[in-house]
């Protein structure tokens, strides 16, 4: 399998996760996979076999709980192209498990425990807001052996306490969710180097941001769930690696502690220069750092890297 294997977009956000070379590249290709990784999808549009049959023959699975294939291009199914796209060329095979749920919330907080129990990652495109959104919120909980992922989801006047992401990871907070992570995007176009801002509005803004990820869907600051498809990516990847099965804690821990701006792999894209870094620079910090009486946002102090944290779970120091 060809580490050129890369489509173009996926090539532009792996060089941002640190792979800014095609011997980075090749080395973590080339690193043993000790374990196929289940990866289950629990949305509202489904997920489309046909539309990502190309995958297949790299060794990919598709296996449809209670649903079946949507037969047509939907969001869920572009969110899965953008993770295989980069998985493939990194050498990694990964079993789907894909849930389709009704509307009922009962009906998604089965499929979540389902998927929990069966899954070593879950990724969520949806936020699912609304009063009986606590049987999500239980359902995810109730599985800490699984690793969780959503994008970053605020939205208009919408207190983020009223959707399952607001119980998500924030390590300040112990009673919040730690196997349950969100992603927001650094953008390739628009953003020169900003990132979503959070609103601050009162403690029902429960939502922090977890980790921020290099997007080349995403089309600004918003429109966060790019972002999440690259997390999972990372994710995914240090589950097959790793020397031991980790457990979501280890893997978020992993991805906070390698976290950086690291000012060569940015600007080594044409999209972000000096300013643009600094500028980030200046969104990390303010959201790490909140003044007096704000409300901190931001769990890690920069950018994903997968290759800085594929160094660390593979050294023996680690161990």
Request: proline share 7%; hydrophobic share 35%; net charge neutral.
């Amino acid at each position: 399998m060809s580490a050129r294997l890369t489509c173009l977009r996926s090539a532009w956000e792996l060089k941002l996760l640190g792979l800014d070379t095609e011997a980075k590249l090749v080395e973590l290709r080339d690193c043993p996979k000790r374990r196929r990784v289940k990866l289950g999808v629990v949305g509202q549009g489904g997920v489309s076999r046909q539309q990502l049959a190309s995958f297949e023959p790299y060794g990919h699975t598709f296996t449809y709980h209670d649903s079946k294939d949507p037969g047509r291009s939907t969001h869920d199914t572009a969110m899965v192209r953008c993770i295989l796209d980069k998985l493939t060329p990194l050498g990694v095979q990964a079993d789907l498990h894909l849930w389709h749920p009704g509307e009922p919330p009962a009906e998604l907080a089965a499929d979540f425990r389902e998927a929990g129990q069966q899954c070593d990652v879950v990724c969520l495109y949806q936020s699912f807001w609304g009063p009986n959104y606590g049987v999500i919120t239980d359902a995810i909980r109730e599985s800490p052996g699984t690793l969780f992922l959503s994008p970053y989801v605020e939205y208009k006047g919408f207190r983020t306490n009223k959707t399952p992401q607001g119980q998500a990871c924030r390590p300040w907070e112990p009673a919040t969710i730690g196997h349950f992570v969100t992603v927001v995007p650094l953008a390739r176009k628009q953003s020169k180097g900003r990132i979503l801002t959070p609103s601050d509005r009162d403690a029902s803004d429960s939502e922090a941001i977890n980790f921020i990820a290099p997007s080349y869907h995403a089309s600004g600051p918003g429109g966060t769930c790019p972002g999440c498809e690259v997390g999972t990516t990372c994710a995914v990847y240090l589950y097959a690696v790793m020397p031991e099965k980790p457990s979501p804690i280890q893997v978020v821990d992993l991805l906070r502690e390698t976290s950086a701006i690291d000012r060569t792999v940015l600007t080594g894209v044409e999209e972000f220069d000096g300013d643009a870094v600094d500028r980030l620079q200046g969104c990390v910090d303010a959201l790490l750092h909140p003044a007096e009486g704000k409300q901190r946002k931001l769990d890690t102090s920069g950018v994903l890297n997968l290759y800085a944290a594929f160094r660390k779970a593979t050294s023996e120091q680690w161990h």
